[in-house]
């Protein structure tokens, strides 16, 4: 029995890309140089700031066809705030999220190989706020911030950088993580609830149909499962000024923005009658063919009028990265609905709040007394308590940190983080 399997021309070039690789540092006849000579020209016309949303997307719907069902009930969620809430979501509020970083590496030491620095992290932090704050000035400001994590899921502080090693669990040391393979297993090695953080995974490696070349980093969106929600970054594309607006784009996947170019596929315009449901979903980001890296600002989109120029400064494409500065109005409006929507538990995470320290709560009373006579607990609470509250029978009484009382009937003491 012959099964058939459909091949774009994207797909057949990277695949022959992985070939050319593997047989370029080998002896060949002639033909077969000129050969591999016109595949490595095709491989180095495929772009270099790839990422591997659509094909992840692609997985988790063929993991669980509901999934379709709940991207299309928050499609139409979003379509219905922004119709109708246009005001209330420009509203000027710059919300900060907390972000924390899983480093899984293969155990080197920190800022070595896979492991990479504090610094780096931070670099990728500050490219992230750089961006979405339009600091150059380019695009719209999205008015949203990312912080790093100083309180833990528990309420205890943290540097908002977790460090866990990989080495051996679904043969990430040889593969790295694969969406749909390896990926649960190796989330689960650090993760934070995806309703207080954003999670960001750096890894490695991430396994990809893009030649010779991994995908620089992958996102799920909104409604994602839980174990999985957030966002991957490969080591070596975080925080690297080449690579500088790599976690920019995957943020902008996290909070629903798709590719310009979402539904094209080679020299095939996507269908676009309704930009609002069609393509990225956007209305401003003129619709139009993926593009080989570069930074082509002549020429025009697929209505053969607008100029491309238009979509080729824009972080959602596949453009190089010097050439990525801007977000449009519209995709600002789609981010900031889903944070107040289908993300907004993130608005009020404690996360960038700093840690409590160890408290421990405790008292000492005076010695027994006449009854109606003044009675005095003395609070001892030790490790740093910012606030106090003295109950009698369930009631709050007090808030000092020395109570006096008459009539005794029951009294606990207990203190706020």
């Not at 999220?97 to 899983?102: A, N």
């Not at 607008?306 to 596949?318: D, F, L």
């Amino acid at each position: 029995m012959h099964r058939s399997i459909n091949l774009s021309p994207k797909s057949i070039a990277q695949w022959l890309c992985r070939i050319s690789s593997s047989l370029s540092s080998t002896w060949r006849p002639f033909p077969l140089t000129i050969s591999l000579a016109i595949l490595l020209t095709i491989c180095n016309s495929l772009p270099s700031q790839t990422c591997y949303f659509d094909e992840s997307l692609q997985g988790m719907v063929n993991a669980d066809i509901q999934f379709i069902q709940k991207l299309e009930i928050n499609e139409a969620q979003l379509q219905d705030m922004m119709n109708g809430n246009a005001q209330a979501i420009m509203n000027s509020v710059v919300y900060t999220i907390p972000v924390v970083f899983h480093v899984i590496h293969l155990g080197e030491s920190v800022g070595t190989g896979s492991n990479i620095s504090n610094a780096q992290l931070m670099q990728a932090l500050d490219d992230l706020n750089y961006d979405f704050r339009d600091i150059g000035g380019a695009g719209t400001d999205v008015e949203i911030e990312f912080c790093l994590a100083q309180r833990a899921p528990d309420g205890s502080p943290s540097t908002g950088i977790n460090r866990v090693n990989g080495y051996g669990v679904g043969d990430y040391e040889s593969i790295g993580m694969a969406t749909g393979g390896n990926e649960t297993a190796l989330k689960a090695l650090s993760i934070w609830p995806n309703r207080d953080y954003l999670n960001i995974w750096v890894v490695y490696n991430i396994i990809g149909d893009f030649g010779s070349t991994p995908p620089n980093g992958f996102a799920t969106l909104p409604g994602a499962p839980s174990n999985v929600d957030g966002i991957v970054l490969r080591a070596d594309a975080t925080g690297v000024s080449s690579y500088s607006h790599v976690i920019t784009h995957e943020v902008g996947h996290f909070f629903a923005l798709y590719h310009t170019f979402e539904g094209s596929v080679g020299s095939t315009c996507a269908p676009n009658t309704d930009c609002h449901l069609q393509g990225d979903r956007i209305c401003d980001t003129p619709h139009h063919l993926q593009p080989s890296g570069g930074c082509v600002t002549t020429g025009t989109t697929c209505d053969m009028v607008t100029s491309i120029a238009e979509v080729a400064h824009n972080y959602m494409n596949y453009t190089d990265n010097s050439c990525r500065d801007r977000f449009t109005a519209e995709q600002v409006m789609r981010m900031r609905t889903v944070l107040m929507t289908l993300r907004n538990t993130l608005t009020y995470s404690l996360g960038c709040e700093p840690g409590c320290t160890s408290v421990i709560a405790d008292f000492i009373e005076s010695s027994a007394i006449p009854y109606l006579t003044p009675y005095t607990f003395v609070n001892t609470t030790s490790g740093g308590a910012l606030s106090y509250s003295w109950l009698l029978d369930g009631v709050e009484y007090d808030t000092t940190t020395k109570s006096l009382f008459k009539n005794f009937i029951a009294l606990t003491n207990r203190f706020a983080k």
